[in-house]
């Protein structure tokens, strides 16, 4: 299958700073790429959906100003959590489908941790 | 928006058993994917499945689109088979995935 990787795996960072998490597909160009936030002994929650070149659509209830999305190349999404506070500590997800693809191909996931 | 329901919510084995977890959903989907989640949080792609029968090993899927739900079918299960199963189901045509409440599954000696 399609290989998409995260970067960093995981992220500690203090209250007010801003934190960027890296989307790559590895061997296929993402037209599309979705970013999935997921508490704790939960399910994963769409955040908001990048095409390439094209600005970002976020779901209901998810600050655009907060978390900003970049998709520039076919190959590279993402997301930045802009003054970050302990209540954005979550488990963050990237997948990406490649142009005229049906199946989703996930990355590892990046844990952020704000003290 | 489209509702995901699995069952059983948490579900415990022993080692060799097998096991069916299902994924109900409320409107039609092109698009349907099972998942393993691993102690990491890694997605693991286990199907991609919107319609018939697959099987991959000691794992199979099937998916009855027109009455909405989808099976997946563990057998002879392993310790390693632990794990959170997802399924997620979307409209197609590039379009996003919505995730089911998910099968804790813990397999034990």
């Known amino acids: 299958g399609a290989v998409v990787s995260q970067h960093p795996s995981r992220v500690i960072c203090k209250s007010g700073t801003s934190v960027k998490i890296e989307c790559r597909s590895l061997d296929f160009q993402a037209t599309t790429m979705f970013w999935y936030r997921q508490f704790p002994k939960k399910s994963l929650m769409l955040m908001a959906t990048s095409n390439e070149g094209s600005k970002a659509t976020y779901e209901q209830g998810v600050e655009k100003d907060k978390f900003l999305i970049n998709h520039a190349s076919l190959t590279l999404s993402t997301l930045t959590v802009t003054s970050a506070h302990p209540e954005d500590s979550s488990f963050y997800i990237c997948?990406?489908?490649?142009?005229?693809?049906?199946?989703?191909?996930f990355g590892e996931g990046s844990r952020l941790t704000v003290l | 928006g489209i509702q995901v329901e699995q069952s059983p919510p948490d579900l415990i084995l022993q080692e060799g058993a097998n096991s069916t977890l299902r994924c109900n959903f409320s409107?039609?989907?092109?698009?349907l994917q099972w998942f393993h989640q691993n102690p990491w949080g890694q997605l693991i792609n286990l199907f991609y499945?919107?319609?018939g029968t697959k099987q991959n090993g000691r794992l199979s899927a099937t998916t009855v689109a027109t009455e909405r739900y989808s099976l997946l079918y563990i057998s002879s299960s392993q310790t390693t088979d632990s794990g959170v199963y997802f399924c997620?189901?979307?409209?197609?045509?590039?379009?996003?995935?919505?995730f089911g409440t998910g099968t804790q599954l813990k397999v034990e000696l």
């Open positions: 997948s990406a489908r490649g142009r005229g693809a049906g199946e989703l191909f």
């Open positions: 997620a189901v979307g409209p197609g045509g590039g379009n996003k995935l919505t």
């Open positions: 499945i919107p319609s």
């Open positions: 409107d039609s989907v092109n698009n």
